[in-house]
C-alpha cells in the first residue's frame, strides 16, 4: 500500500511540476439541451428559433494558463458543443462583460437564466453549429484572486489557452466525443469587447503559427484608455456607474505593484481602506455604485488627481498606456460595433481604433455605429450582438468530421491542425 501512496504523490507532483498552458485540468458534465427544448426556451424569451439545427451539451472545464506574473495558473470556462457526431464546427469564443462577483463566473451559472448574456449567446450560437466557449478570465470565480481587469494580456493567455483545453476535450469525452475545424471566431461586448480585441492583437503577435482568426468583433469597449477614456473622465463631473473606475485602478495597481501594495499611497484614507473589499468578488457592481462619489476620480488623493492630470509619466498614465489597443495592425477581419449614445464606454474608442487601423494600413476594418436614438451602453448590447451573429453565421464552414481545415478532403493535412 505504501507503494502505490509513493506512485500516487509522484504522479500528482509530476503533473504539477510539469503542466502547461493549454493543458485540459478537469471538465464536468452540466446538462444536454434537446432541439424541441431549446425551441421552447428562445420561443419563451422571445427570440427567433429558426437557426437551431443541433441539440447542445455543456461542460465547465479547468485549464492551465499563465497569470499577470508569468506563472502557471488553472483558470476555469464553459464550453456549449454542437451534438453532431459526422459534423467538424467551427469554435466561438465568446468574452462576457463585466462582472464582480464570483458568483456570476459562466463556468458556475452554466447556462442558466442565473446569467442571462450566456444563457441567450449559448441558445443562439451552439444550435446554429458554433463550438462555443465562455472563459471566466483570470481571477473571475476565484475567491483567492482577483481580477486584472482591463489588462490586455491576461484576456490573451486566458482565451488561447482556453481554445487549447477545448481542442484537448474533444479528444478526451468518451461519450460525446466532437470535433472542431479551422474557424476561429472572436466576439464581445463592454469588457467582452476589449477582451475580444486584445485576444486578437495578442493572437496574431504571438501564436500566429497556432491559430488564425476567422473574424473578430470587438464591440463598445475601452480601447483607447489612455487617449479617449482618460479625457473623457477628467472631462465629466459625474459618471453613471462609477464603480468601473476603482475596478480598473485597484487591478492595475495589484498588477503592476503586487497584491500588497499601499493603497493609501493614492486613495482618500476610507476609499484605501474600503476598495480591496469591494473588489474581493463578494459585492455587486450596484453595491459598489451606492458607496461611490457621482464623480468617481473624487476618491483618489487631490494631489494624486493632480499628478494624474498633468504628468504624462505618472503610474496611471503608464498602465493605461501599456493596456491601450492602438498600436498594430490587424490582419483578420475586425467588425468594430458602438452606440453613439453609449453613456459608459464612448464610441469614439471604436471610431479612433478603425481610423487608427485604417490609417496604419489595415485592410478589412469595419466599424458599425449606431444612432444616438437607440439608447446608451446597456440598451445596445443586443443589436450589436444581433448583427454580430448574422456576420459570423454567414462566414461559417461546417464540414466533415475528419476534415479539420474544410477543404472538403479528410487526409494528412488535417492531422496537421490538431
Known sequence: MRFFKHIIIFYFTFSLVFSEPGDLV????????????LQFILNSLGESSSNILYPISVYDIKYESIDVNGAIDTLTGLVSIPDDPLKAFPILSYQHGTILLDSDAPSLT???????????????????????IFPDYEGVGDVEKYHPYIIADSYTHSIVNMVRAVKQLSHDLQNNNFQFNDQLFLMGYSEGGYAT????RGIQLNYSDEFFITASLPMAGPYDLSGTMVDYFFSIPSYPSPYYVPYVLTSHL?????????????????????????????????????????NPLDILLEDVLDEFMNDEEHFFRQTLYDNTLLDWIPES???????????????QNSQIAYDNFIENGASNINLILFSEEMGG????????????FEVITDLQVISYKGDINNDGLVNSLDLDQF
Do not use: K, R
Open 197 to 200: 480585441l486584445a485576444a486578437q
Open 110 to 132: 452554466g447556462m442558466s437564466i442565473d446569467n442571462a448574456e450566456i444563457l441567450l449567446i449559448g441558445l443562439i450560437s451552439t444550435p446554429a453549429g458554433f463550438i462555443t
Open 333 to 347: 477581419p475586425t467588425y468594430l460595433y458602438h452606440g453613439i449614445g453609449d453613456d459608459i464606454i464612448p464610441y
Open 254 to 294: 495589484w498588477s503592476y505593484q503586487g497584491i500588497d501594495v499601499d493603497f493609501f499611497e493614492y486613495f482618500d484614507p476610507f476609499w484605501a481602506d474600503t476598495l480591496p473589499s469591494l473588489y474581493d468578488g463578494t459585492h455587486s457592481g450596484s453595491e459598489v455604485n451606492d458607496l461611490m462619489p457621482e
Open 26 to 37: 478537469e471538465y464536468n458534465y452540466q446538462n444536454t439541451f434537446s432541439i424541441s427544448t
Open 377 to 388: 451602453h446597456s440598451e445596445l448590447s443586443f443589436f450589436c450582438l444581433s448583427q454580430g
